[in-house]
């Protein structure tokens, strides 16, 4: 959220009030700071004096926290940006903390007096002072742990055994608990919380959490968050998104919590390798309850036709993440013959029976789509068939082979080509994005000009550029096409060179010419979030 009407800094001189130059005038520079990246707004802080009194306060809207560096004697020390933050404390709305600078929160908590976003890393009682400190501005809580954390080895071993005994482990120990829900339910305007490990399972406690969740609009437990069912005579009907990641709640339970929303419209249900009751969820939420626009049940192993008899009750849905499940023949039928209108985003990466075919078809057929991710393409199944989703601006995919045509470099052309006409692309990925899978393909692709990567000049609109794991020419030819053709390319996935010290030349070309682009070697996959 950007921060509205700044006040002048007393430093301020009356020269600066009265220049003629509208970019010299503060109420212009406030209204182009939410405009600018943290990149480019650091930049220009160094600019001149006027530029940073006017844009600090945006520079320090978003603050992740450093992670600690241990110095040589063994000790921690204390990094500039500690002070830095102290004294643009005010200024935060976004507070990101890694697991292990909960100890840097507890310096700079005194100064975060508006936080209305804070994402936790650990919970640990220091995280306390500053929920109460914003409890008038926080909108959105995160309290997502390292699940390797040390957080529970406080617990006393009666708890600890009674707790093993049900099955439950990487809880909070009670008093840690009790304390953390009541600074929680202490917080008037929040709307968006996720929660892990925080072990509830107290009735009391269950009952004052789910009738505090009651005003939420989105509600993520993940693991251990609350090992109970919820009240069942309670309907949470401001809730629109609901995410149960590994929960340990019966999976009756889980169900029946959804069916207390009756204003969903975004479910992710989680449960690694289980078979969750998706077709009874799916045809109870027919019969009344808001239209689904977002599944996500990835790495659940529901039978195909499990998935398909689901799907026929979702008509509306526009996000579909199904990633490593049994996703196949049946379940394309279903999507093509009820959502081919309305589905954006589909994800079938790691779906064994998401076949070639399966993915090529459903590209042929649903002209709404905007975000696909799949395995692999096989070149001939793409040259024989004809995709409608021109729209598309997220594609995940990797071409392989065999070529099909006179020769190899005449398949690459045909394949960049192809590419060429999906003008609207911001994320182009040829690689593996991130897949869990052991096994990798290799594609026909290998990203040289020789062999048709300069057909690519179209993708204006590109953003994110991915190659990870594939087999490449890419030199600085290739790297001088990129950033002149795609002007908004923010990132590179990729190892630029087997060689590290041309990868070194190549990084420090880029980051002379475009510093702007990031250069990341490994992509993780990141959990699809709702698009609005």
């Known amino acids: 959220m950007s921060i509205a009407n700044p006040q002048p800094h007393p430093q301020e001189t009356q020269h600066d009030r009265t220049n003629t130059n509208p970019l010299m005038l503060p109420e212009i520079l406030w209204q182009i700071g939410p405009q600018l990246d943290q990149q480019h707004i650091a930049h220009c802080v160094l600019a001149c004096k006027t530029w940073n009194v006017a844009l600090t306060p945006f520079l320090f809207q978003r603050v992740a926290l450093p ?5 040589p004697s063994g000790k921690f020390g204390t990094r500039p940006i500690i002070a830095a933050i102290q004294r643009n404390g005010a200024y935060i709305r976004h507070l990101v903390c890694s697991p292990d600078s909960n100890t840097i929160l507890r310096q700079i908590t005194p100064q975060c ?3 209305e976003t804070l994402v936790l890393g650990k919970i640990t009682p220091e995280v306390l002072p500053i929920l109460r400190l914003c409890r008038n501005t926080l909108v959105r809580l995160e309290m997502t742990p390292n699940p390797h954390s040390n957080s529970t080895t406080t617990l006393t071993q ?8 049900l099955g439950y482990s990487q809880v909070l120990p009670r ?3 009790t304390a953390l829900l009541g600074a929680i339910l202490d917080l008037p305007h929040l709307d968006h919380l996720v929660l892990d490990y925080l072990g509830l399972c107290d009735p009391a406690q269950v009952l004052s959490f789910f009738d505090y969740c009651k005003k939420l609009s989105i509600l993520e437990l993940h693991n251990n968050a609350v090992l109970v069912q919820a009240p069942h005579d309670m309907e949470l009907s401001c809730l629109r998104s609901l995410s149960l990641i590994d929960s340990s709640m019966q999976l009756a339970d889980q169900m029946m919590l959804f069916l207390q929303c009756p204003s969903l419209d975004h479910v992710t249900w989680r449960k690694d390798g289980a078979t969750i009751p998706i077709q009874t969820l799916s045809r109870t939420w027919s019969s009344g309850l808001r239209p689904l626009k977002l599944l996500d049940i990835a ?3 529901v039978p195909d036709e499990g998935l398909a008899e689901a799907l026929i009750h979702f008509p509306r849905l526009e996000q579909f993440v199904a990633r490593d499940t049994l996703f196949g023949p049946l379940s394309k039928k279903a999507i093509i013959d009820a959502m081919r209108s309305t589905l954006e985003v589909l994800d ?4 064994p029976a998401a076949t070639s075919e399966v993915v090529t078809e459903i590209m042929s057929l649903c002209w709404s789509l905007k975000s696909i991710s799949a395995d692999c393409l096989r070149v001939l199944d793409v040259l024989e068939s004809k995709w409608v989703c021109g729209d598309l601006e997220e594609l995940r995919v990797v071409f392989i082979g065999p070529s099909m045509m006179n020769s190899k470099s005449a398949t690459q052309l045909a394949i960049y080509n192809r590419i060429a006409t999906l003008k609207r692309l911001r994320l182009l990925s040829l690689g593996r994005y991130g897949s869990t899978s052991r096994w990798s393909v290799r594609s026909i692709l290998d990203l040289s000009l020789n062999n048709g990567l300069g057909l690519l000049a179209s993708l204006t609109e590109l953003r994110e550029f991915d190659f990870c794991q594939i087999y490449h020419n890419i030199g600085i030819e290739e790297l001088k096409f990129m950033l002149k053709s795609w002007p908004r390319l923010e990132a590179v996935h990729g190892i630029l060179s ?7 030349f190549m990084e420090s070309y880029i980051q002379r010419v475009r510093p702007s682009v990031r250069v990341k070697r490994n992509l993780k996959y990141q959990r699809a979030s709702g698009r609005d």
């Open 348 to 351: 079938l990466v790691d779906c």
């Open 158 to 165: 009666t708890y600890q055994r009674s707790l093993s005994v």
């Open 113 to 115: 007096t508006a936080v």
């Open 67 to 71: 992670k600690r560096k241990l110095l």
């Open 299 to 301: 790495n659940v192993k």
């Open 498 to 504: 087997a060689d590290k010290d041309r990868a070194a």
């Open 175 to 177: 008093s840690e608990t």
